[in-house]
C-alpha cells in the first residue's frame, strides 16, 4: 500500500522561471537515469525479493525516489512559468509549450517519453544490487552536470539535496550487498583456470595482472 503525503520531502523553490533549464532538468523526471526509473526500478525488483530486510530497504528507497520525482517535476512547473512560450526554450525538449500546457510530461530532455526499457531486474539480489548502486552512481553524475549549468540558489539548493540522497542511497545498496556475498550469482568465483586468465590484447603495457575473482564487495559505509 502507498499513500501521498502532500508535503514535499524537501522544500523546493527557484529564483525565476528559466524555461530552457526547465527543459533540461526533465531529464531527471523522464529519462533513463530518472527519478522515475529508480523508483520503479527498486519497486519493481523487490516484488521477488524474499530477504524481508532487503525487501524492506528496495521499498523504502523506490518510494523515496518516487517522492524525489514529486520534487524535479515541481521545480520544472516554477521554472516554466505561467504561459507556453515556445520561443523561450533555446534548445532541446519543446513538448511542455506545445502540447502539454507546461505540464511535465514523462520525457527526457531531447522530448523522449519515458520506457519501461529503463528498468533492469533479475530476480538475482547481486545483480539488482550492482544495477541499483551503478544508477545511482549515474543519476549523481546527470545531477552534477546539472548542477554546473545553473545560477539559480533555489534549483541548486534542491540538486544538492538531491545529490547527498542519492549518495545515501548508494551506501545502502552497498551495505545491502555485503549481505548478499553467498548467494545467487555471487557463488562460486573463480570455480576454473578460465576465470583466472588476462588476456594482454592492448599492447605495449600490462598494467593489471591476472585476476583471482571474488564476489563484489564495498568497504563498510558504517565503519568508514
Known sequence: MFTHDKQLLH???VDRPNPTYA???QEQLGGGNGELKAGLQ???QSFRIQDPEIKDLFLDIGA??????EMVATTINMLHGHDPDLTSVQGGNVQAHVLGGLTPLLNDASGNPWTA?????????AADLLSNIAAEQRAKVVYEYLYRQINDNGVRETIDFLLNREEAHNALFREALNKVQNKGSNQDF???ENARLYFDLSTP???FSAPTPTPPAFQNPRNS
Request: hydrophobic share 35%.
Open 64 to 69: 523515496e525516489e518516487l517522492s524525489h520525482m
Open 205 to 207: 603495457g600490462q598494467y
Open 190 to 192: 573463480g570455480v576454473d
Open 42 to 44: 527498486y519497486i519493481a
Open 11 to 13: 522544500q523546493v523553490k
Open 23 to 25: 527543459a533540461m532538468l
Open 117 to 125: 526499457n529503463y528498468i533492469n531486474s533479475t530476480g538475482d539480489l
